[in-house]
C-alpha cells in the first residue's frame, strides 16, 4: 500500500473506476462496512450478488461468501481482500468425509448450511442460511429423511421448532460456541431489565434461554422493532456497530466469550482479517480472485438457486 493515501477515499475511488460493488457482511469491522454498497446477513449477501449489474464483485466476509458469489456469477470477477479468511463450519465438512456420510442415506435429501464450501453444496439438494432454514425444511415432503450440514446446532434448533427429526452433520461455529455459559448468566443476573437475543449457531442451552433467536438481519429487525431498551447480544460482536447506529437509545451488551477467546466478546478471527490495507489491494490488484470448478458450480448452483426461489 502506497504511504500517505487516504485509502477510503481510493478504495471508493477504485470502486467507480472499475465498476466493482462492495459486498459487505455484518460481522466485519465497522469502517469496512461503511464503505461497502451493501451490508447484510448471508441471505440478503447471496441476493445482492444474484442482483447486482458490477463487473466485480468485491467480497468482504469469508471464503464460502465469495464462492456462492462466485456460483451465482461465473462471468464476473469475485475477489475478497484475504483468501485464508475461512470458516469453521466449512472447514468441518470436508467434501470426501462428506460424501461418505450421505452415502449411508441414499434416500435423504441433503440441505445445507450456506456456510459450506463449494463441493459441499454441490453434493446439497436445496442451501438454506440462518434466515430462511426453517421455510427451507419445511418445503420438503414430511415423509422424507433430510441430512441437515454442517452446523448442527442450527440443524437442532430447527428440528426442535419443526418436531421433525433431522440427520446431522456435527459442525459447529468456533465463535458461537465459545460464547461461555457462566459469564452469559451473570451478565443476565446483572442485567434483569435486558433481553437476551442469539445467533441460532449457539449452543441449544443459550438459545432455550433468549428472548428471540435470529439470523443477523434478523436481530438487527428485533431490536429496532421491540419496545425494550436493553439488549444481550449472542451473536459476533461485528452486529453491534449497525446495531448502535440504528438505535441510539438502546443499551446493547455484546454477550461474553471464554476466557482463552480471541477477545473478550465473541469476535471472529476469519471475518476480522478483512482490513482496509487488504481491501485497497484487492482492488487494486484485483485478486485474490475466487475460482470454482465449471463441474462444481453447475450442482451448487442448482443447491442456491432452489433457496433464491423460496425466499424471494
Ligand atoms: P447470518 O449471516 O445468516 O446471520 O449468519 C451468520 C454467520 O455466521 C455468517 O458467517
Ligand atoms: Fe464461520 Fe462462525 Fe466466523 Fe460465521 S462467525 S464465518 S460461522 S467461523
Given at each position: 500500500v502506497p504511504k500517505n493515501i487516504d485509502l477510503k477515499e481510493e478504495i471508493l475511488r477504485m470502486k467507480k473506476e472499475k465498476n466493482a460493488v462492495i459486498?459487505?457482511?455484518?460481522?466485519?469491522?465497522?469502517?469496512?462496512?461503511d464503505l461497502a454498497d451493501f451490508v447484510g446477513d448471508s441471505l440478503g449477501l447471496a441476493q445482492a450478488a444474484e442482483q447486482t449489474q458490477a463487473d466485480m464483485i468485491v467480497f468482504c466476509g469469508v471464503h464460502f461468501m465469495g464462492e456462492t458469489a462466485k456460483i451465482l456469477n461465473?462471468?464476473?470477477?469475485?475477489?475478497?481482500?484475504?483468501?485464508?479468511?475461512g470458516c469453521s463450519l466449512a472447514d468441518s465438512a470436508p467434501a470426501a468425509e462428506f460424501a461418505a456420510f450421505k452415502a449411508q442415506y441414499p434416500d435423504a435429501l441433503v440441505v445445507s448450511y450456506i456456510n459450506c464450501s463449494a463441493d459441499i453444496k454441490a453434493m446439497t439438494d436445496i442451501i438454506?442460511?440462518?434466515?430462511?432454514?426453517?421455510?427451507v425444511v419445511e418445503s420438503i415432503?414430511?415423509?422424507?429423511?433430510?441430512?441437515?450440514?454442517?452446523?448442527?446446532n442450527l440443524g437442532r434448533f430447527v428440528s426442535k421448532k419443526l418436531d421433525r427429526e433431522l440427520i446431522l452433520w456435527d459442525g459447529a461455529c468456533i465463535v458461537h460456541i465459545d460464547i461461555s455459559r457462566e459469564k452469559l448468566a451473570k451478565l443476565r443476573a446483572e442485567n434483569p431489565d435486558a433481553l437476551l437475543i442469539a445467533h441460532p449457531e449457539c449452543k441449544e442451552d443459550i438459545l432455550l434461554a433468549a428472548d428471540y433467536v435470529g439470523s443477523t438481519t434478523g436481530l438487527l429487525t428485533f431490536v429496532e422493532k421491540s419496545e425494550h431498551k436493553k439488549f444481550i447480544v449472542a451473536t459476533e460482536a461485528g452486529i453491534l456497530h449497525k446495531m448502535k447506529i440504528a438505535n441510539p437509545d438502546k443499551v446493547i451488551i455484546p454477550a461474553p466469550a471464554n476466557e482463552n477467546n480471541f477477545c473478550a466478546c465473541s469476535e471472529c478471527p476469519y471475518m476480522k482479517m478483512n482490513t482496509l490495507e487488504k481491501l485497497y489491494n484487492c482492488m487494486y490488484y484485483e485478486m485474490p480472485e475466487i475460482h470454482?470448478?465449471?463441474?462444481?458450480?453447475?450442482?451448487?448452483?442448482?443447491?442456491?438457486?432452489?433457496?433464491?426461489?423460496?425466499?424471494?
Amino acid at each position: 500500500v502506497p504511504k500517505n493515501i487516504d485509502l477510503k477515499e481510493e478504495i471508493l475511488r477504485m470502486k467507480k473506476e472499475k465498476n466493482a460493488v462492495i459486498l459487505a457482511h455484518y460481522y466485519v469491522d465497522g469502517e469496512i462496512q461503511d464503505l461497502a454498497d451493501f451490508v447484510g446477513d448471508s441471505l440478503g449477501l447471496a441476493q445482492a450478488a444474484e442482483q447486482t449489474q458490477a463487473d466485480m464483485i468485491v467480497f468482504c466476509g469469508v471464503h464460502f461468501m465469495g464462492e456462492t458469489a462466485k456460483i451465482l456469477n461465473p462471468n464476473k470477477k469475485v475477489v475478497i481482500p484475504d483468501l485464508n479468511a475461512g470458516c469453521s463450519l466449512a472447514d468441518s465438512a470436508p467434501a470426501a468425509e462428506f460424501a461418505a456420510f450421505k452415502a449411508q442415506y441414499p434416500d435423504a435429501l441433503v440441505v445445507s448450511y450456506i456456510n459450506c464450501s463449494a463441493d459441499i453444496k454441490a453434493m446439497t439438494d436445496i442451501i438454506c442460511t440462518s434466515s430462511n432454514a426453517l421455510k427451507v425444511v419445511e418445503s420438503i415432503p414430511k415423509d422424507k429423511q433430510i441430512i441437515f450440514a454442517p452446523d448442527a446446532n442450527l440443524g437442532r434448533f430447527v428440528s426442535k421448532k419443526l418436531d421433525r427429526e433431522l440427520i446431522l452433520w456435527d459442525g459447529a461455529c468456533i465463535v458461537h460456541i465459545d460464547i461461555s455459559r457462566e459469564k452469559l448468566a451473570k451478565l443476565r443476573a446483572e442485567n434483569p431489565d435486558a433481553l437476551l437475543i442469539a445467533h441460532p449457531e449457539c449452543k441449544e442451552d443459550i438459545l432455550l434461554a433468549a428472548d428471540y433467536v435470529g439470523s443477523t438481519t434478523g436481530l438487527l429487525t428485533f431490536v429496532e422493532k421491540s419496545e425494550h431498551k436493553k439488549f444481550i447480544v449472542a451473536t459476533e460482536a461485528g452486529i453491534l456497530h449497525k446495531m448502535k447506529i440504528a438505535n441510539p437509545d438502546k443499551v446493547i451488551i455484546p454477550a461474553p466469550a471464554n476466557e482463552n477467546n480471541f477477545c473478550a466478546c465473541s469476535e471472529c478471527p476469519y471475518m476480522k482479517m478483512n482490513t482496509l490495507e487488504k481491501l485497497y489491494n484487492c482492488m487494486y490488484y484485483e485478486m485474490p480472485e475466487i475460482h470454482v470448478p465449471e463441474e462444481t458450480r453447475i450442482k451448487a448452483l442448482k443447491a442456491v438457486k432452489a433457496m433464491l426461489e423460496i425466499s424471494k
